[in-house]
């Protein structure tokens, strides 16, 4: 290889550098949003149970609102949304979630029929179709904190639709969940029917005041308002989590590629000294050898 040729390379190598120095800084940035996104839930959070465990104190069975539970047909129809990414170079992470997801559905007791399926993330799509597992809907993963919103409202419509006219009775959540640093695993959750001991534990938890709080509206309506804040919380989580995951195993990929271009970048330019020298002591023996034919 020329010189000339080795040093294109060297500077192509070099903005390849910056473009993933770049990405490496807004996928570190990025992770921090999502986490504040997820942290600002925990007040939310706190009012949604607080309104069950008053619900659940004054003795109402969520079971004569059909909410609650499963109406356990002869054929339960499954429903599952797997939050995967748009974007590439992001690692394993679809293929992770991919691969919990479809070990949950092959055990579950419910046969893939009646199994309706929603990708968030085009990614993640093709590890499913490789098993024969096709997707109703594929949603586009929001770009930002902002757009979540946006997309958990109109996911919440579509899951009331697949209760009321596809029959669904289960609900379920497949996500990739930021444990620490960059480090992330899948996580499932079940939507509906609710989980018993979660309901349990808000029941039997002890109430801090005098007295239970009154309200004036209909047990249903309100508890149907809880359920309608409860989806709201745990797919903005899902949506939150899985962008941070996302840009973690971004993180992680572009660290890798960072020191691979170095590596790259120390061997074309040992390789471009190498060269220049090896040039040098030519165009030297050159000059050397001119001067004796001249004496």
Known sequence: M?????????????DLQSVVKTMKALAAV???????????????????????QILLKYRYDIDDWGVGASRRAEEPKLGAIVFGSDQGLCGQFNEQI????????????IPPYQQ???????RVVPAF????????????????????????????????????TEGVDRVVLFYNRLQSGSRYAPHTQQLFPLDRQWLHGLETKPWHGRSL?????????LFSALIRQYLFVSLYRAFA?????????????MQSAEKNIRERLDELNSQYRRQRQSAITSELLDVVSGFEALQ
């Open 2 to 14: 020329s010189l000339e040729a080795l040093k294109a390379q060297i500077n192509s190598v070099r």
């Open 98 to 109: 991919a691969t919990h997801a479809l070990e949950y559905l092959d055990t579950c007791g």
């Open 213 to 221: 709080p009154i309200f004036t509206m209909e047990g249903t309506q």
């Open 129 to 164: 179709e490789a098993r024969r597992r096709p997707f109703a809907d594929v949603l586009l993963v929001p770009s930002s904190v902002s757009a979540i919103v946006g997309r958990v409202q109109a996911l919440i419509v579509d899951i009331e639709q697949w209760r009321e």
């Open 241 to 253: 989590e899985s962008l941070a995951s996302e840009n973690a195993s971004r993180l992680t990929s």
């Open 116 to 122: 309706r399926l929603t990708a968030v993330g085009g």
């Open 30 to 52: 990025s992770i921090r949003q999502y986490e504040r996104a997820v942290e600002s839930l925990a007040d939310y959070n706190q009012t949604v149970e607080t309104g069950f």
